[in-house]
């Protein structure tokens, strides 16, 4: 099992480009969460699915933050006009069906807006 | 929402001895209690959980205490080995539909020294 994949593993964006993270869970998990790490916030949840359909993003930021899941077996965390403060990891986890079933976590995205 | 407390943000234990780090939070719908630890340039890794219908949990040299009239949960690891200094978060999750996200405390830098 090769586990929670994120690419690119990491990210260097100049400020006002867009910056698309990509997951790929494990699989027959049908539950994706998206969380952001930085040293001052710490984990910060964003949002989630479950069987592909968006279940909680009360966590995204509401401008420029989106995130799609056209198939199960990979999410997009898209951000547009990246701003310096949207430098972090990007986590993604998958867990079997939510539900509070464990989540694994993936390497993380480490994004850098210069 | 869901707030997550983790006290202390830095802990220096004896090789050998014990370590304690105590959680606290405020929505009592929180029913789902992990502890995940994160190396240096890991992903974070659930180590062990509790559900609110346990006090308490062992596995191993590890041991989750949760006292849900007062909102705390703790996590003690006996015999710390140097294989155990990392970070360790805790986390809160809620049952309702839809609440699987996880709340995280902002984390314990665990040093085990010599």
């Known amino acids: 099992n090769a586990g929670v994949i994120q690419t690119p593993r990491h990210k260097v964006t100049g400020k006002g480009q867009e910056a698309t993270l990509w997951c790929e869970p494990i699989s027959g998990h049908s539950a994706v969460f998206w969380y952001r790490q930085t040293i001052v916030q710490g984990l910060e949840f964003l949002t989630y699915?479950?069987?592909?359909?968006?279940?909680?993003d009360s966590g995204m930021p509401k401008e420029r933050f989106s995130a799609q899941m056209p198939n199960q077996s990979h999410s997009t965390l898209k951000i547009q006009s990246t701003q310096p403060q949207d430098s972090a990891v990007y986590l993604c986890?998958?867990?079997?069906?939510?539900?509070?079933?464990?989540?694994?976590f993936g390497p993380g995205t480490r994004l850098l807006v210069l | 929402g869901e707030q997550v407390e983790q006290l202390p943000s830095i802990l220096r234990v004896q090789e050998g001895s014990s370590a304690s780090i105590n959680c606290s939070y405020e929505?009592?719908?929180?029913?789902?209690f992990p502890w995940y630890k994160q190396e240096p340039g890991e992903n974070p890794k659930l180590i062990i959980d509790?559900?609110?219908?346990?006090e308490r949990k062992q596995i191993q040299e590890l041991i989750v205490l949760l006292d849900k009239k007062a909102k705390r949960f703790s996590l003690h690891i006996t015999d710390t080995q140097p294989g155990d200094s990392a970070m360790y978060f805790c986390a809160a999750s809620a049952c309702p539909e839809g609440a699987d996200r996880l709340t995280f405390g902002k984390g314990t830098q665990l040093i085990i020294q010599p």
């Open positions: 509790i559900r609110s219908n346990m």
């Open positions: 699915f479950r069987n592909q359909a968006p279940i909680d």
């Open positions: 929505d009592s719908a929180s029913n789902y």
């Open positions: 986890a998958s867990s079997l069906a939510g539900h509070q079933d464990t989540q694994y």
